[in-house]
């Protein structure tokens, strides 16, 4: 079974900085796309961005400049560095990867449990 865990959540100022984690476990053979969401309160889920098996990413355009995903395939971890924050960043943050190949087959469709962020003076 596959499983992702985000970190590095927390209370920050406006014009601060986190950097979130999201690291997959289950013995993974391949860590396929991942994208980052975020849902604020009384809000919908949003896409922030993504990062295919290749490393090419795209965000929305309100992150843009100030949000930036890598990942460290060979720790099976992707990440979400966020500069910049805005109280309307305010949200949890999930990490969802679309196709994982463990030791044991294909998983689609996985999610983390999230991590708060909250920007806040």
């Known amino acids: 079974q596959v499983q992702l865990v985000e970190s590095g959540g927390g209370l920050v100022q406006p014009g601060g900085s986190l950097r979130l984690s999201c690291v997959a476990s289950?013995?993974?053979?391949?860590?396929?796309?991942v994208a980052w969401y975020r849902q604020a309160p009384g809000k919908q889920r949003e896409l922030v961005g993504s990062?295919?098996?290749?490393?090419?990413?795209n965000y929305v355009d309100s992150v843009k400049g100030r949000f930036t995903i890598s990942r460290d395939n060979a720790k099976n971890t992707v990440y979400l560095q966020m500069n910049s924050l805005k109280p309307e960043d305010t949200a949890v943050y999930y990490c969802?990867?679309?196709?994982?190949?463990?030791?044991?087959?294909?998983?689609?469709?996985?999610w983390g449990q999230g991590t708060q962020v909250t920007v806040s003076s």
């Open positions: 969802n990867a679309d196709r994982v190949r463990s030791s044991s087959g294909f998983y689609y469709n996985n």
């Open positions: 990062i295919s098996s290749g490393g090419t990413t």
């Open positions: 289950g013995n993974i053979v391949m860590l396929g796309a």
